[in-house]
């Protein structure tokens, strides 16, 4: 009975509400690194994600529920399982990758015309940054085609998460545009 | 910024929704908004919901993607459920069933020991060829983890790993692991480790050589066998069991450690610990009246304390065992007595354990015995009146003295006055047994026909095969005490077409030594029925036999001397295993084969569980497994006895029964092997064994030789398949 009188709460005041957040994007580009990167500040030794890893974490007051979804072309398919109530959608893209832009662009728009994601913003993290030869955010940007997006929060932050730079940048846009539009 | 209703309706929705709505879209949907919200809570409870529903046979399985989000998490208990879920219902969704690897391969390396139990447990549980791709590392890590609890659960996952994939197990090389584990300090581990290497040795005898490493590790199985589970014990015991004593010393040191077990309250660690006596007393220099023997024996008689299934087990044992030992339970003949609320199974068992119990040199005993008998042949229960009649006869025949024969004679004769038509064909049965063990005494056999001849319609009162059998048999041994030989047999006769294959070679075989009583329209009458009318074989190549010793010149030398043969005396009616077959039953005490008293080579369990990881087999593959079962097939087809002496004998009538009711069943194996292989093909073999003309043809082939048994039949069409392949 306690527990029904608290979950009851918890919705009166929106408290223990927790936003669904999803990292998504092809594989190896970084995806599993960004979420332990903003967990616990670190860099992590990861494999690739057969699945999906999930965190909780709490920015600006917010109870963030990310969900990182591995991305390996057999489990693609699998990522509409997670749409549902989904607030915001990062999408990572390895800027170092120039061969597979093409790959990533098509995942990513076939992604975004799902119903269920209609209203979620999205954030493009132009990811590995630190390396040689990556392309610059607006350089991703165009070969991503999101200038095409209409109806939608959008933007594109160059990032790197083995130093850590451009992912709190990105997350602050995400929340400011998630407490805007969406509470 | 979205319009303001929209954001008014969004708060209304997200705030305002305090109960479970119940939506008109039904439970499945409801139960799915809840797996999915964005309160932990409300998670949660809709998992509990959702293992609710699938507890009571519900199908939840379509929302399988979205427990499986539920899956990450820090709450144990949601986890649990979760993975609860997962094992029940990852067979209906196996393409999923790879979103929740990375969670079982993190859940392997969780602090909580309970949680990276409870990750290697449940992925190597999900039967999908997918997820064990990744087992690998999971698996290596729990095996070498700090945890015993963990340990011991990873040592079971690699038997289940082998059994869905033996080539990855083998190729992982955690067999090696596992076999390390016998060193293990946790008695739970060594426990485990030896029944995963057990069960894998079930599976594959040829991948680890258990006995020799049995061999290496008894000092370790002793030294923790009293500190772990009584299953654990269970699996120990039964390691230890296999393993051969070096000398009379260390079997003694063996025995000597394990005894204390004998008063445990589990009675399958009690079994098994006397299998392990049992294993090793040959080795020690025992006599009977040796303490052990007397605490073997207690312990025995505990287990008929316990309740009537375990008392069945029991019984069954202890029928194994009184044939290896049969004086251990001498003194204890009155707990085998039947209590009234006895269930039936058990009644039965111990009306055959106290016939081989009771010691044949003690008059007292016997008699009281036949008291207890007499009792409980007047009880209602039907087959428990059977046997019990039955118990008579063979009690009887065991003392073998005339006077003890005459009194259960005097008893089975006041049974049949009772007049009861249902205990008739085993008073009928009894009482031909009896003559046989006695052949000579007329007195008895005067007593026996005056009674048997009164009955006006014998075919009537009498019911079984084998009673019908006996009672023909009767009226060709004894044919001066029927006055009125002619009117019964000629009843049997008008009846031949009906009656079973048993009553039908008997009636044949009695005209046949009788055609100088009978007269010769009768022996004609029933050689034309048996050789034309008849659908039994044997009855058949017997007739046709019978008929060809009569066109010979010296036809009536001949069947004279066929008829005049006379049968050995019924020693006994009790049947006992072969000496072969009891060792290795003694070996599997407290198994299910101790039940069924067929040894663990000769069941087929195993192919069963073969056929179930069968489904993603190779065409060839399944070849060799047909084929190796067909090999199996004719060699269990040398062993089979195909007793060819006629209807004398009740037992050895038995005995044909199963066999050919076995080899009946051995036919549809070869034809579903058969059908497996046809496919259609060009090459549509014709099943010439259940073919009437091929049958005849190869009974004309083997022309006169008495009693064609299906044997050579039958091998011969497995010889036929095997040529196939």
Sequence with gaps: MGSYFSSMFDRLWGVNKELRILILGLDGAGKTTILYRLQIGEVVTTKPTIGFNVETLTYKNLKLNVWDLGGQTSIRPYWRCYYADTAAVIFVVDSTDKDRMATASKELHLMLQEEELQDAALLVFANKQDQPGALSASEVSRELNLVELKDRSWSIVASSAIKGEGITEGLDWLIEVIKEEQL | ?725
């Design chain 2, 1 to 725: 910024m979205p319009p303001l209703d929209k954001r008014i309706k969004k708060f209304l929705k997200n705030s305002i929704r305090i109960a479970p709505k119940i939506s008109d879209k039904g439970e499945l949907a409801e139960l799915r908004t809840g797996l999915v919200s964005q309160y932990p809570q409300t998670r949660k409870d809709a998992i509990k919901k959702t293992i609710q529903q699938m507890t009571v046979g519900k199908d939840v399985s379509t929302l399988f993607p979205d427990v499986l989000k539920n899956m990450a998490t820090n709450d144990i208990e949601q986890k649990k459920l979760v993975y609860l879920y997962v094992m029940n219902y990852a067979e209906t969704h196996p393409e999923l069933c790879i979103l929740a690897v990375n969670t079982f391969v993190t859940d392997a390396q969780d602090p909580n020991p309970l949680i990276r139990c409870m990750a290697i447990r449940t992925m190597s549980m999900i039967r999908v060829e997918k997820i064990l791709e990744y087992i690998e590392i999971p698996l290596r890590r729990t095996l070498q983890d700090d945890n015993p609890y963990v340990r011991k659960t990873a040592v079971i996952c690699v038997a289940k790993l082998f059994q869905l994939n033996k080539e990855l197990c083998i190729e992982l090389g955690v067999l090696e692991d596992l076999k390390s584990s016998l060193d293990d300090e946790n008695p739970m581990v060594v426990a485990n480790a030896t029944a995963s290497l057990a069960e894998i040795n079930d599976m594959d005898p040829s991948i680890v050589d258990l006995k020799s490493l049995i061999q290496l590790h008894v000092k370790q199985f002793l030294a923790v066998l009293n500190e772990c589970t009584e299953w654990a014990r269970i699996t120990i015991l039964g390691a230890l069991s296999e393993y051969s004593a070096r000398d009379g010393l260390e079997a003694q040191d063996i025995i000597d450690r394990v005894t204390a077990h004998l008063q445990h309250v589990n009675p399958a660690v009690v079994l098994a610990t006397i299998k392990v006596v049992i294993k090793n007393l040959p080795q020690t220099d025992f006599n009977p009246n040796s303490l052990i023997m007397k605490k073997l024996s207690s312990a025995l008689v505990s287990l008929m304390s316990s309740p009537p299934e375990m008392q069945y087990v029991a019984l069954k044992n202890i029928r194994i065992i009184l044939e290896k030992y049969p004086e251990i339970l001498s003194k204890e003949l009155r707990i085998f007595y039947i209590k009234f609320n006895d269930p039936l199974y058990v009644k039965l068992e111990k009306i055959d354990i106290l016939i081989r119990l009771v010691d044949k040199g003690n008059l007292k005993q016997c008699s009281l015995l036949l008291t207890e008998l007499k009792e409980y042949s007047m009880e209602f229960e039907p087959e428990f009146v059977s046997r019990a009649i039955q118990g008579l006869s063979q009690l009887g025949i065991k003392f073998s003295g005339e006077k003890f024969l005459q009194k259960v004679l005097d008893i089975l004769i006041e049974l049949i006055d009772r007049d009861q038509n249902s205990i008739k064909d085993d008073c009928c049965i009894a009482m031909c047994n009896i003559l046989r063990h006695l052949p000579e005494n007329t007195d008895m056999a005067s007593q026996i026909c005056s009674i048997l001849n009164a009955w006006e319609s014998p075919d009537e009162y009498l019911r079984t095969d084998v009673a019908k059998c006996n009672y023909v048999w009767l009226l060709g041994q004894y044919p001066e005490n029927f006055p009125s030989l002619k009117a019964k047999v000629n009843i049997f006769l008008e009846l031949f077409n009906q009656e079973e294959s048993l009553t039908q070679t008997s009636i044949l075989i009695t005209v046949v030594r009788l055609h100088s009583k009978l007269p010769g329209s009768t022996l004609q009458s029933v050689l034309e029925k048996a050789t034309k009318e008849t659908t039994e074989l044997d009855v058949r190549d017997m007739a046709i036999m019978y008929w060809r010793c009569l066109s010979m010149d010296d036809s009536e030398e001949l069947v004279e001397e066929l008829c005049k043969i006379i049968p050995p005396h019924l020693e006994t009616t009790i049947d006992q295993f072969s000496p072969d077959l009891l060792e290795k039953l003694l070996l599997e005490l407290g198994t299910i084969s101790s039940i069924y008293f067929k040894p663990q080579a000769n069941r087929r369990t195993r192919d069963v569980s073969y056929e179930n990881v069968v489904k993603g087999k190779e065409i060839n593959e399944l070849q060799d497994l047909a084929k190796n079962e067909l090999a199996s097939k004719a060699n269990e087809e040398v062993l089979l006895d195909f007793g060819d002496d006629d209807e004398e004998d009740e037992d050895e009538l038995d005995g044909d029964n199963l066999t050919s009711v076995r080899t009946n069943k051995k036919y549809s194996a070869l034809d579903d092997l058969d059908d497996l292989f046809n496919f259609g093909t060009t090459t549509g073999k014709p099943k010439s064994f259940k073919d009437d003309i091929g049958i005849s043809q190869g009974i004309n082939e083997l022309n006169l030789r008495p009693s064609v048994d299906s044997n050579s039949r039958s091998q011969s069409n497995t010889q036929e398949l095997l040529d196939l392949f």
